[in-house]
């Protein structure tokens, strides 16, 4: 059975290490990233996410929080838009102007997570995902907020889901795809799902099964062996990808693997 479209990297390989090697020197040339979540219940993965960044190289960051965490925000965190909040304390509609004009600041926008419940905050972010043309990263429970509208994420070039194995069920499943994806499952079995579904659908995708990570993007799969799963929990990894993804734009599959590596 051909499969040339699955790819193998290791921790003393890297597969693409002109990516690795070929970070930007210059922080003014290092592109910007906007970070988005957070709740009155908390924004660590944000603070986390601007940290993981920041130590990636990125040349610049700019947060959007609910204005109901104004007053807990720590002195490392610099750069913060406040946006108008819900009665449950997550982003309402009315940040919708606040993300518009991050996404005009910078290179690529991260949906990170703790992002709440609200269903505001849900409307809120499927407006700005059906109207923003640039590289989106989302992930965590961002993910799980725009559940109802998959279609709207797997059907948009320039997107990154980063994503646990039961979302990617769930995400097959409201697009109605044909393939159902079960845990008991052999890794070639998924690899050849992500390689159709990708074919299929212009999103890269990254998850995790047992101890492997997956990356899939236009039938190309690239796999690795992964020990650190709170690394993908927490945002780091979605943040790295988004990272070097802002530093080579046209690359997503080569660059998300690179980043992996970092």
């Given at each position: 059975?051909?499969?040339?479209?699955?790819?193998?990297?290791?921790?003393?390989?890297?597969?693409?290490?002109?990516?690795?090697?070929?970070?930007?020197?210059?922080?003014?040339?290092?592109?910007?990233?906007?970070?988005?979540?957070?709740?009155?219940?908390?924004?660590?993965?944000?603070?986390?996410?601007?940290?993981?960044?920041?130590?990636?190289?990125?040349?610049?960051?700019?947060?959007?929080?609910?204005?109901?965490?104004?007053?807990?925000?720590?002195?490392?965190?610099?750069?913060?838009?406040?946006?108008?909040?819900?009665?449950?304390?997550?982003?309402?509609?009315?940040?919708?102007?606040?993300?518009?004009?991050?996404?005009?600041?910078?290179?690529?926008?991260?949906?990170?997570?703790?992002?709440?419940?609200?269903?505001?905050?849900?409307?809120?972010?499927?407006?700005?995902?059906?109207?923003?043309?640039?590289?989106?990263?989302?992930?965590?429970?961002?993910?799980?907020?725009?559940?109802?509208?998959?279609?709207?994420?797997?059907?948009?070039?320039?997107?990154?889901?980063?994503?646990?194995?039961?979302?990617?069920?769930?995400?097959?499943?409201?697009?109605?795809?044909?393939?159902?994806?079960?845990?008991?499952?052999?890794?070639?079995?998924?690899?050849?799902?992500?390689?159709?579904?990708?074919?299929?659908?212009?999103?890269?995708?990254?998850?995790?099964?047992?101890?492997t990570v997956l990356i899939a993007?236009?039938?190309?799969?690239?796999?690795?062996?992964?020990?650190?799963?709170?690394?993908?929990?927490?945002?780091?990894?979605?943040?790295?990808?988004?990272?070097?993804?802002?530093?080579?734009?046209?690359?997503?599959?080569?660059?998300?693997?690179?980043?992996?590596?970092?």
């Amino acid at each position: 059975m051909d499969h040339s479209y699955w790819q193998k990297q290791t921790d003393s390989k890297p597969l693409f290490p002109d990516i690795l090697w070929n970070k930007p020197e210059r922080r003014d040339q290092a592109g910007r990233l906007a970070i988005v979540g957070g709740n009155k219940l908390g924004f660590s993965s944000v603070a986390a996410a601007d940290e993981v960044a920041k130590k990636t190289g990125i040349g610049a960051t700019r947060i959007l929080l609910p204005d109901v965490v104004r007053k807990s925000i720590p002195p490392s965190i610099t750069d913060v838009l406040f946006g108008p909040t819900t009665p449950s304390g997550s982003l309402s509609r009315e940040s919708l102007r606040d993300m518009r004009a991050l996404s005009e600041w910078s290179n690529g926008m991260l949906l990170v997570g703790d992002a709440g419940r609200n269903s505001e905050t849900a409307i809120l972010y499927e407006e700005f995902i059906s109207k923003y043309e640039g590289p989106l990263t989302i992930t965590r429970d961002a993910i799980d907020l725009v559940k109802n509208n998959s279609s709207l994420l797997v059907e948009r070039p320039d997107t990154l889901i980063v994503a646990s194995f039961a979302q990617v069920q769930k995400i097959f499943q409201a697009v109605y795809y044909p393939k159902m994806l079960v845990f008991s499952m052999q890794l070639m079995q998924l690899v050849e799902a992500l390689h159709k579904f990708t074919i299929t659908y212009p999103c890269t995708i990254l998850t995790l099964h047992k101890d492997t990570v997956l990356i899939a993007h236009g039938g190309e799969v690239v796999t690795q062996e992964w020990s650190s799963p709170m690394l993908i929990w927490r945002g780091d990894v979605a943040t790295k990808a988004a990272t070097f993804w802002i530093w080579n734009p046209s690359q997503p599959l080569e660059s998300i693997t690179a980043s992996l590596h970092e």
